[in-house]
């Protein structure tokens, strides 16, 4: 089983990087998320109906219900503040220290707040974590994508420890769609009143076309889900560091593919320092 485990993170890692890659490029990324978030309701509910019913029309509690809402209004903050700093910074720069911040500062709540403890190498591991975020932030062409991506990183460790609660109390897949549906119902909500108060102005370029969208929308949906199905069967210190190589993968992608040049070899090697401070976390 962890052998299986492993190769649902792995894939689950190349749908992730691939669909941050393809909003990066889209020109207006919060325009994208609003078509894609779309998909992926769509995609969880043509996906998943079959099993609702299947397996007995199951419901989830208020508790279940409540807790997935929260998580869905945290995960539309993660979807403005990512796109915020895509637009701001590079794409090798800012997805390094939003992936990577997540688990630091999951970490430093627990050593400060919850007066946990922490072996050598879980030590070693915060220490290359830190080294990772602070090469890949003062290797950046414009320091003006570091708070955004640093925000992006606090919403993630917030939705995920909300998201642990969450699945323990409900069917996993049916917490998931709920979770995707109220995020396709709340991300136009918010672009509109944003709209409306003038804290957003759609960019001239054209979003994606809805085909392109549903792509975009497809691999977000089946990343979230392999990681909830490689977690049903192997514990989270094995499952978050082999999801997290995308980390690396994205970095060297907006490097190489990108031509993001500037500060290369610092953001390539933040990148593996912040990924080898997640295995170490782990262990």
């Not at 089983?1 to 492993?6: G, K």
């Not at 419901?59 to 403005?80: N, V």
Request: glycine share 8%; proline share 4%; aromatic share 10%.
């Amino acid at each position: 089983m962890i052998a299986v485990a492993v190769g649902l993170s792995l894939l689950a890692a190349v749908f992730h990087g691939t669909w941050n890659v393809l909003v990066k490029v889209s020109g207006d990324p919060i325009a994208t998320f609003r078509r894609a978030t779309v998909m992926a309701g769509l995609t969880a509910t043509i996906s998943l109906a079959p099993l609702w019913l299947i397996f007995g029309r199951p419901t989830l509690t208020i508790t279940a219900a409540l807790l997935c809402l929260l998580s869905s209004l945290l995960e539309t903050t993660y979807l403005w503040l990512l796109s915020t700093a895509y637009r701001r910074g590079d794409l090798s720069a800012v997805y390094p220290i939003a992936r990577g911040s997540a688990p630091l500062l999951s970490v430093l709540v627990g050593l400060f707040l919850l007066h946990e403890s922490l072996g050598a190498a879980q030590l070693a591991g915060v220490a290359l974590l830190l080294a990772g975020i602070l090469a890949v932030t003062v290797a950046q062409a414009r320091g003006r994508a570091t708070v955004p991506a640093l925000l992006t990183g606090v919403a993630i460790a917030a939705y995920s420890s909300v998201d642990r609660l969450g699945v323990r109390l409900a069917t996993p897949w049916l917490y998931a769609w709920l979770l995707f549906t109220l995020m396709a119902i709340e991300l136009p909500v918010t672009i509109w009143v944003a709209s409306a108060l003038g804290l957003y102005r759609r960019s001239a370029t054209s979003p994606p076309t809805w085909s392109q969208s549903a792509v975009i929308g497809v691999f977000f949906w089946a990343g979230y889900f392999l990681v909830l199905w490689a977690l049903s069967l192997a514990p989270l210190a094995v499952v978050a560091p082999v999801r997290e190589i995308a980390i690396v993968a994205v970095a060297v992608w907006g490097v190489w593919r990108m031509r993001e040049r500037h500060g290369a070899a610092m953001k390539v090697s933040g990148a593996a320092a912040a990924l080898a401070g997640i295995a170490l976390l782990a262990i």
